[in-house]
Every structure is written in structure tokens, then in C-alpha cells.
């Protein structure tokens, strides 16, 4: 809404912008009629001894939180095939959590995929989160005559090795290598009809992409759930990197609130609490109640999100006994 012009006396003031400048309604409320959202938390497979702890402390803290499930990547190539298994094999055997392994099918044959998903399902995995992968350290991708071409194939050979819930990944600023916007959500579809039951989107900065995106999808023919993935941000020289890579836009916005704090991690926390919390309230405002959270491994700042999403501790564990978690951005 934009007020009548203000009168000439009042020059370039405060006053008359306030009278000529659009006007923004506040967030509307979090109706406390609706459910808390439904989430899950992503971990990554720990390389040390050390990670390893800091990745049990980060479980420990959120498995209050009765995500509906939680996942764990696979490392470019297969590189992480054991610690992803040993990861979730955990998780299966140690936690009230039930966990999805992330599958990838770069580089290998079916036949070696298969055997991967296969020692899933014995070791009690039922859900996978399906994925072509990206060519170790870089370079154009090539699939091989005997693997599985796309994260579709990979989708429909899982399905033949067992009845698995499965999960595929979706791009709501379109993947780097995708031909046009149309041909990804054609492929993103192609993934859904060969047995996915839901998409879990790479993380965005700008909600309005991702509501963009659900209306393309819908266009598309899509009507599975898609995800929104939340990555919380403490670390923004780290955040930068990695979008580069996944074809992701930093706001200019981004970089002014991190810019003179790079030391600070204190501020950095603060910051970074702040452009979670606004983003995922305003989700829920435009109806969404599913997110998937890129954890990092650190727990602080997805409890903190979950909190305001108005998820709460089931009250199973014992709260008393809960490790802090390290602190995020270091
Ligand atoms: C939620 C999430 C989790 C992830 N987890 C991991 C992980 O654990 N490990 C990991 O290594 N990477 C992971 N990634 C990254 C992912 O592997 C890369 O983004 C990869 O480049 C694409 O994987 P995809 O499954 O989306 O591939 P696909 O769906 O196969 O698509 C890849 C590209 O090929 C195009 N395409 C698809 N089918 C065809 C076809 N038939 N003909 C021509 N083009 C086609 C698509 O448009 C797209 O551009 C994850 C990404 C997300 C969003």
C-alpha cells in the first residue's frame, strides 16, 4: 500500500518517505491451530575421531526433536560407502531415529550400487535418498555403460532391489547442468513416476524462489511433497564456496550482515539465528509444513528453528543428560 503524496514542506524526510514508501505488513502469526511442521535433520559421515564425536553430540541433541527421519550423505563417488554405513547401521541400532542413507551412482556399476542398497536393507535401512552424484573433484559428467545414467535410473533399480522409501533431490534455482528450467522439472518428474515419494530441495535464500518453484512443479505435473532444505548459515565464506559449486544465489543482503564480523563469532551466531528464523517463519505463513535441515553436524541453530517452528522436545530422552553441541560457524 503506498499513502497520498506528502506535502512539498516536508522534503526528502523520514516523514514523507514513511508517507510515500511502500508499506510492508508484519508477519501474520503462526496459527496455533496447525500442527508443528513435520521435519528432518541431514548429517554428514565424520572422517575422525573427533567429527565422530562432534556428529554423536549433534544426534544426541536433536533426536529429541522426532524428526521423521534423518539422513546421511554419501561422499562424492562413493567415497563415504563405509562411513555412511557404519553412520546409519548406528543410527539404526543406538537411536529412537530412523535413518536414510544417501545413495549416489557415479562412477559405479548397477551392479555395485545394487549390492549397496542391498547391505541397506539387511542392515535395516529402509529409506534412500537417491542421487546421480557429481564427478570427483569436478569435471563434465559421463555416465558409464554399465552404471546407472541418472538419479531416475538409480530410482527405478532401487525399486527392484526392495521395496524402499525413497527420496530424490530437486532444484528450485535449477541445477547447474540442466539444459532449461522445463527439461530439469521434467527429469525432477521422471524421478517422482519411477517410485520417489517425495523431493528435497537443495537450500535457497530467497523464499519466493521456492514458492516459485512448487507452482512450476504443479505446472509440471508434480504433485509429490517437495522439501523445502533449510541450510542454516553461520559460516558465510563457506556458504559462499559451496554455492558456487551447487548453482545457488547469495543475496547481496547475505554478505552485508556477515561483512566486519568475520572474527566475531559471537555477532556471526546472532546473525545467522536471525536469517533462519525469518525464513522459515515465512514458509509456514505461505502454508509450508515439511523442512529438511542441512545440519553441518552442529545442532544449535537447527534446535534454535525447530523452536520457532513450534516443534518441542518429545520428552523420551532425558532432556538433563543432553550434550550442548559445538558451537556453529567454527
Ligand atoms: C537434498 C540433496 C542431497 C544431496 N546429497 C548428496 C550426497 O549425499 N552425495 C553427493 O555426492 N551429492 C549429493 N547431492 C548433490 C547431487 O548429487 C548433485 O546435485 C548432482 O549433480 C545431481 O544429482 P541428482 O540426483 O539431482 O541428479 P539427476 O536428477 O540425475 O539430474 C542431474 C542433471 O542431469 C539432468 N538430467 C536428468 N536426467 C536426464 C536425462 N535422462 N537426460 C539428460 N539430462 C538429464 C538434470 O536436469 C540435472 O541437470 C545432494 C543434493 C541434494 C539437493
Redesign the pocket.
Known amino acids: 500500500m503506498t499513502a497520498a503524496a506528502p506535502p512539498a514542506s516536508l522534503g526528502a524526510s523520514p516523514l514523507a518517505r514513511w508517507l510515500t514508501h511502500p508499506r510492508f505488513a508484519g508477519m501474520p502469526a503462526q496459527s496455533e491451530d496447525l500442527p508443528p511442521p513435520l521435519l528432518s535433520f541431514?548429517f554428514f559421515p565424520p572422517r575422525t575421531e573427533a567429527l565422530e564425536q562432534q556428529l554423536w553430540a549433534c544426534i544426541r541433541r536433536l533426536e529429541p526433536l522426532a524428526p521423521r527421519f534423518v539422513?546421511v550423505?554419501?561422499?562424492?563417488?562413493g567415497s563415504t560407502q563405509a562411513r555412511t554405513h557404519a553412520t546409519v547401521a548406528r543410527i539404526v541400532a543406538e537411536t529412537t531415529l530412523t535413518p536414510a542413507a544417501?545413495l549416489?551412482c557415479?562412477g559405479a556399476s548397477r551392479g555395485e550400487v545394487d549390492d549397496v542398497a542391498r547391505q541397506y536393507w539387511d542392515a535395516g535401512i529402509r529409506h534412500i535418498?537417491?542421487?546421480?552424484?557429481?564427478v570427483p573433484g569436478g569435471g563434465a559428467?559421463e555416465p558409464l555403460p554399465d552404471g546407472y545414467?541418472?538419479?531416475?535410473d538409480?530410482v527405478a533399480g532401487l525399486k527392484r532391489v526392495a521395496d524402499f522409501e525413497i527420496?530424490?533431490?530437486?532444484?528450485p534455482e535449477v541445477?547447474?547442468?540442466?539444459?532449461s528450467p522445463l527439461?530439469?522439472l521434467d527429469?525432477?518428474k521422471?524421478?517422482l513416476d519411477a517410485g520417489a515419494t517425495r523431493a528435497?530441495?537443495?537450500y535457497f535464500f530467497d523464499s519466493p524462489t521456492f514458492l516459485r518453484f512448487l507452482d512450476l512443479a504443479l505446472a509440471a505435473g508434480i504433485t509429490a511433497p517437495i522439501v523445502p532444505?533449510i541450510m542454516p548459515v553461520s559460516n558465510y565464506t563457506q556458504i559462499v564456496k559451496f554455492s558456487q559449486v551447487?548453482g545457488v544465489k547469495v543475496p547481496a543482503w547475505l554478505g552485508r550482515y556477515f561483512d566486519g564480523v568475520e572474527e566475531d563469532m559471537e555477532t556471526r551466531r546472532m546473525i545467522a539465528a536471525h536469517i533462519a528464523a525469518e525464513q522459515v517463519r515465512s514458509l509456514p505463513a505461505n502454508g509450508i509444513d515439511e523442512f529438511?535441515f542441512y545440519t553441518l553436524n552442529r545442532p544449535d541453530l537447527t534446535y534454535a528453528i525447530a523452536h520457532i517452528l513450534g516443534v518441542r522436545p518429545t520428552g523420551k530422552q532425558d532432556q538433563g543428560a543432553l550434550p550442548p553441541g559445538p558451537p556453529p560457524g567454527t
Open positions: 541431514e539422513s550423505t554419501y561422499g562424492a563417488g544417501h549416489t557415479v535418498v537417491a542421487l546421480r552424484g557429481d559428467y545414467a541418472y538419479a531416475a538409480l527420496s530424490v533431490a530437486a532444484y541445477h547447474p547442468t540442466a539444459h527439461a530439469d527429469h525432477l521422471r524421478k528435497i530441495t537443495n532444505g551447487s529438511h
